[in-house]
């Protein structure tokens, strides 16, 4: 039996995995309180360092499952009393090896996987695998397929913004405490724009689900087209959403023009174009920095080149917390605009199929193809090597959450704990997307 070691004396500068439950998303009004405690309580254990600015620092490891983070992030931040002066995210602890599972599947098995690690974009990320293998193997996509599947990554480019403005401006707001109820100062209840954004993504799930079956996996998407016809009746009612969800709008981003909440973001988080470039950053967390940069209008894919009169690329320049919901609001816009653009061009479209035909057996001619597409939290990219055989040699991915989270240790130092939230929530990532 192995003998039972004493436990290890504290020593200066070590780990604490500690006191991360009383931080709330966007805890305003009890984070310094909430920081003040948890010092005091590491302090006891021994375990402060000098600091540069004369105070005792504190090195703290939060998450992995904290609840401002949607997933499994994990940030190790050395504090001095309640600012953070380093941070260091670790990621990891959702990998799922997608890019060594697809070496073991064909070319129609690889989508079940491909729409798995950014749940929020399940239909741009397994539309970026098929494009990669069709520009490859030179298949040409029928017409009503290209404007099917342009409708449904708008669709769902809106469905992930709605994730983001119905969750964190909400509860930034509720931290500072402010109300969306009107008449109901205080009120504990769920915030009116946090209700309409749940409703809106909702009803834009409903036709989701009635057209692929799905409701965050869809596998509508194949190699040359789409999986099965629309049905019959489906453009009026997707249009019918698309104007419900324009109506709720002013409801969806009122929480965006409240005094708590843009006091909460305006300043905070701030990015230079400088540190988007350097870090790869995409997406509208670039944009609200002034990197104007939007892959559908500067090199088009899918139906994007004839949808220059509908398609506007929303740009800040403040570049704080405050521009990113901002651009994120006025992307769900755009994104309804486009979709019921391709609704029409659809219903004006002769009969026709929706899917190349192709060999039972498919592979893919020897070569190398490299596919990039504008997803809901910026640029995906596929690096496609074939062999020739019915399975990728290699399929290589550039996720946008990686790059939007690289900026972090950057980013955060100078900031107070209590805008931890405020940050990530505004940074627009999944960490399946991340870890991949």
Known sequence: MRERQAPEEPRPGRQIEAVTGDWLPGAATAGTAATGAATAEIAEAGTATAGTGGGPEFLINLGTSHPSAHGMLRL???????????????????????????????????????????????????????????????????????????????????????????????????????????????????????????????????????????????????????????????????????????????????????????????????LTPAQVRQYGISGPAARACGVDFDLRRDEPYLAYAELTGVLRVPVRAEGDCLARFECLRDQLAVSLDLAQECAGRLASLPQGPLSARLPKVFKVPEGHAYAWTEGPLGLSGYYLVSRGGKTPWRLKLRSASFSNMAVLPDLLPGHRVGDLAAVLGSLFYVVGDMDR
């Not at 629309?230 to 965006?256: F, M, N, Q, S, Y």
Request: aromatic share 6%.
């Open 76 to 270: 190790r931040l050395t504090l001095n009393g309640d600012r953070i002066s380093a941070a260091e995210p670790e990621i990891g602890f959702m990998h799922r090896g997608a890019e060594k599972l697809f070496e073991a599947r064909d070319y129609r098995q690889i989508i079940v996987l491909a729409n798995r690690h950014d749940w929020l974009g399940a239909f741009a990320s397994e539309l970026g695998v098929v494009l990669a293998a069709e520009r490859l193997a030179g298949i040409e996509v029928p017409p009503r397929a290209v404007w099917a599947r342009t409708m449904l990554a708008e669709l769902n480019r809106a469905l992930s913004h709605l994730a983001f403005l119905s969750s964190y401006p909400p509860e930034i707001a509720a931290a500072a405490g402010e109300t969306s109820e009107p008449g109901k100062p205080g009120s504990q209840g769920e915030p009116a724009a946090a209700r309409a954004a749940f409703g809106a993504r909702e009803a834009i799930q409903s036709i989701m689900e009635e057209i692929s079956g799905g409701r965050m996996q869809y596998m509508f998407t194949r190699v040359g087209g789409l999986k099965e016809e629309i049905p019959a009746g489906w453009l009026a009612r997707a249009c019918r959403v698309i104007d419900e969800v324009r109506a709720a709008l002013p409801a969806i981003g009122a929480t965006l023009g409240q005094d708590g909440f843009r006091a909460r973001t305006r300043g905070i988080g701030v």
